[in-house]
């Protein structure tokens, strides 16, 4: 979209092109409301650096993550969603309709928002982890844990979310070594409690991961010793960073009520503090955090959207 002096107007924008957006723009579409949506870059979220998809249903051999969003993108695409592939910069949700910027494309204006910006997995930042991710680097047990029968693995966190995905990695894994920077756990006394207790799991503290192991696919680990001690190698066959996530909520910081941890703080599931602004997935949604629930909130957003459209003409 070229700049303009008088910015374009829409009935409703989506932000965000992982699959709450996308199947926030699908229902919008559907609904005749010419939805935009402002995809982000890199566009389609967390999903696009995932590989093998085999818990979203209706996909009875797996996909891959990017090919999934392909199609959540074609399908919003064939009933009218318009596409910018940008990044919202500014935005002023202070009155109707709400205001945009997207930077050298230009600026939007609003009558309604869907918010589906997601959250990203925060990574130990080894070059090593990021060459793997997806080839036995994850962030996420409940969507990777199911490829690690029967073989070691190892879990980075001292928080409830490595408490939590440890616990759940022995359903599949022969062990898991849980691998935390500390002496102590953070994670809540019950959350530590059920993981110590668990004869799969053990612990190994003030330790961080220097380097993961494979060409292809994980073969182990370089586990240094904490603050200077010696490094040694852990052989697992998968490596789960659960060390947090960090909402993408930064713009919006300001102009709508976040919580504490700078997600967007809803009101009636989908509902911000703001009239004519709603938010789908992982902005809000810290404890699914799963493509199907993404969707599934993204579609309630876009229903809750069209309500207010409905009742709320254009000012
Ligand atoms: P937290 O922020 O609570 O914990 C993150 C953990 O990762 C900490 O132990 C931290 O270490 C460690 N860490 C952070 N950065 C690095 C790094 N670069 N290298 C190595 N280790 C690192 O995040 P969680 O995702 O665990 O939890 C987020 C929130 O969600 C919490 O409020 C939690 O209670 C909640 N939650 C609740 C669950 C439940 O009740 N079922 C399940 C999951 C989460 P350090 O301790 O040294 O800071």
Same mark, same amino acid.
């Given at each position: 979209?070229?700049?303009?002096?008088?910015? /374009?107007?829409?009935?409703?924008?989506?932000?965000?092109?992982?699959?709450?957006?996308? $199947?926030? !723009?699908?229902?919008?579409?559907?609904?005749?409301?010419?939805?935009?949506?402002?995809?982000?870059? #890199?566009?389609? *979220?967390?999903?696009?650096?995932?590989?093998?998809?085999?818990?979203?249903? *209706?996909? #009875?051999?797996?996909?891959?993550?990017?090919?999934?969003?392909?199609?959540?993108?074609?399908?919003?695409?064939?009933?009218?969603?318009? %596409?910018?592939?940008?990044?919202? @910069?500014?935005?002023?949700?202070?009155?109707? #309709?709400?205001?945009?910027?997207?930077?050298?494309?230009?600026?939007?204006?609003?009558?309604?928002?869907?918010?589906?910006?997601?959250?990203?997995?925060?990574?130990?930042?080894?070059?090593?982890?990021? &060459?793997? /991710?997806?080839?036995?680097?994850?962030?996420?047990? @409940?969507?990777?844990?199911?490829?690690?029968?029967?073989?070691?693995?190892?879990?980075?966190?001292?928080?409830?979310?490595?408490?939590?995905?440890? $616990?759940?990695? &022995?359903? %599949?894994? +022969?062990?898991?070594?849980?691998?935390?920077?500390?002496?102590?756990? /953070?994670?809540?006394?019950?959350?530590?409690?059920? !993981?110590?207790?668990?004869?799969?799991?053990? %612990?190994?503290?003030?330790?961080?991961?220097?380097?993961?192991? *494979?060409?292809?696919?994980? $073969?182990?680990?370089?586990?240094?010793?904490?603050?200077?001690?010696?490094?040694?190698?852990?052989?697992?066959?998968?490596? %789960?960073?659960?060390?947090?996530?960090?909402?993408?909520?930064?713009?919006?910081?300001?102009?709508?009520?976040?919580?504490?941890?700078?997600?967007?703080?809803?009101?009636?599931? &989908?509902? @911000? +503090?703001?009239?004519?602004?709603?938010?789908? *997935?992982?902005?809000?949604?810290?404890?699914? /955090?799963?493509?199907?629930?993404?969707?599934?909130?993204?579609?309630?957003?876009?229903?809750?959207?069209?309500?207010?459209?409905?009742?709320?003409?254009?000012?």
């Amino acid at each position: 979209m070229a700049p303009s002096a008088e910015p /374009r107007r829409a009935r409703v924008v989506v932000v965000g092109s992982g699959p709450a957006g996308l $199947t926030a !723009a699908l229902y919008l579409a559907r609904a005749e409301l010419g939805p935009v949506v402002v995809g982000g870059v #890199p566009s389609g *979220g967390q999903l696009m650096l995932t590989t093998d998809v085999e818990n979203y249903p *209706g996909f #009875p051999e797996g996909i891959q993550g990017p090919e999934l969003i392909e199609r959540f993108r074609k399908q919003a695409e064939r009933f009218g969603t318009q %596409f910018i592939d940008a990044n919202v @910069t500014r935005v002023d949700l202070s009155r109707r #309709p709400f205001h945009l910027e997207l930077g050298a494309a230009g600026a939007l204006l609003a009558d309604a928002l869907v918010i589906a910006t997601g959250a990203d997995a925060r990574w130990l930042n080894l070059p090593s982890e990021q &060459t793997l /991710r997806g080839h036995g680097v994850s962030a996420c047990a @409940t969507c990777d844990g199911f490829f690690f029968k029967g073989v070691p693995v190892a879990c980075v966190g001292g928080g409830d979310s490595a408490m939590e995905e440890a $616990t759940f990695l &022995t359903k %599949f894994a +022969s062990h898991v070594t849980v691998i935390h920077r500390k002496s102590e756990l /953070r994670a809540s006394r019950i959350m530590q409690d059920r !993981a110590r207790a668990n004869p799969k799991i053990s %612990f190994l503290f003030d330790s961080e991961v220097v380097e993961v192991l *494979g060409e292809r696919s994980v $073969t182990g680990l370089k586990v240094r010793r904490l603050p200077n001690g010696p490094v040694s190698e852990l052989a697992v066959k998968g490596l %789960f960073v659960a060390i947090g996530h960090d909402p993408a909520t930064g713009v919006f910081r300001g102009a709508l009520e976040l919580d504490s941890k700078g997600y967007i703080a809803t009101h009636s599931i &989908t509902r @911000t +503090s703001v009239e004519g602004v709603f938010a789908a *997935g992982d902005v809000y949604d810290h404890r699914y /955090r799963q493509a199907v629930s993404a969707a599934g909130l993204g579609c309630m957003a876009a229903l809750d959207a069209e309500r207010f459209l409905s009742e709320h003409p254009a000012a």
